[in-house]
Every structure is written in C-alpha cells, then in structure tokens.
C-alpha cells in the first residue's frame, strides 16, 4: 500500500491510498480520483509518504499500516449506516435524485452511482451530492 496526500486546484488536501503508484496512475488517466470535498478532477499529488528511506522506516511503515486499518474501518462503518438507513436505487440514482428533489415529497435517503457526467448535470440544477469511499468488506 501507498499513501499520496492529494490536493485539488482548490488546495483540498487528503489522503488516499493505493496498492501501488501505477494504480494511482492508471485512476487518474481514468479520471476516477477526484477531490473529496469539492469533487474536482483536477488533483496532483504533493508527497509520497510512505517507504522513506530513514531509521524510522519500520516504525513508520506500521503506524500508516494501523491508520490504514482504521480508515477502512471508519469507511465500513459509513457503508453499514448507508445500506442499513438508505434506499439503493443503483444506477437509477440519478433519475430518483430529480424525483425527490423536484417532488417536494420531503427528504429520502437513497444512494446508487451516477457518472461523472450525471453529477455535473444535477450540480447544475442546484442537486450536490456526496460521495464516499465504498471499500469492499474482508469477507
Ligand atoms: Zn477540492
């Protein structure tokens, strides 16, 4: 695993991790990594912290091991929220958005994928979305 510290053109700075730096080369060629507060494609990576050649080297690699695990965790935890408390509308996300949004009904929670394309129109007509890591559970 590799950790880049990601910064958008907006200077959001975060944390993303890769099984290697032909991974992150390969989402960004893809346009897959974006900014995860303002959802902008256009992100660089400022440093590589991981595997720095020092006698801290050992030390540092478990503790970003650890952070790891507990990201992950933290993430399955928002997934377990999301599926038990949200509706999962798949790729019927976008069109129900409008529904909800447009129907005046009251909230809903629902969740589902849009592409990049789907989400720069429903930001046009006022609708932002949020979008989280979804990780794969272990089992
Ligand atoms: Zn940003």
């Keep these: 695993m590799i950790k880049y510290i990601l910064k958008c053109k907006k200077k959001h700075e975060f944390e993303s991790w890769f099984s290697n730096s032909n991974e992150y080369e390969k989402l960004k060629r893809k346009k897959l990594i974006e900014c995860i507060f303002c959802g902008s494609q256009n992100v660089q990576k400022s440093i590589m912290s991981p595997r720095v050649l020092n ?20 993430l399955l935890k928002i997934r ?7 509706e999962y509308v798949g790729d019927k996300f976008t069109r129900k958005v409008r529904d909800i949004y447009f129907s005046n009904k009251g909230n809903k929670n629902i969740y589902g994928t849009t592409t990049q394309e789907e989400r720069k129109e429903l930001k046009e007509d006022g609708i932002e979305l949020t979008t989280i890591p979804w990780v794969e559970k272990d089992d």
């Design 55 to 74: 006698s801290n080297n050992n030390l540092e690699s478990i503790n970003n091991e650890k952070d790891f695990v507990k990201i992950k965790k933290d």
């Design 80 to 86: 377990k929220f999301v599926e038990k408390n949200f």
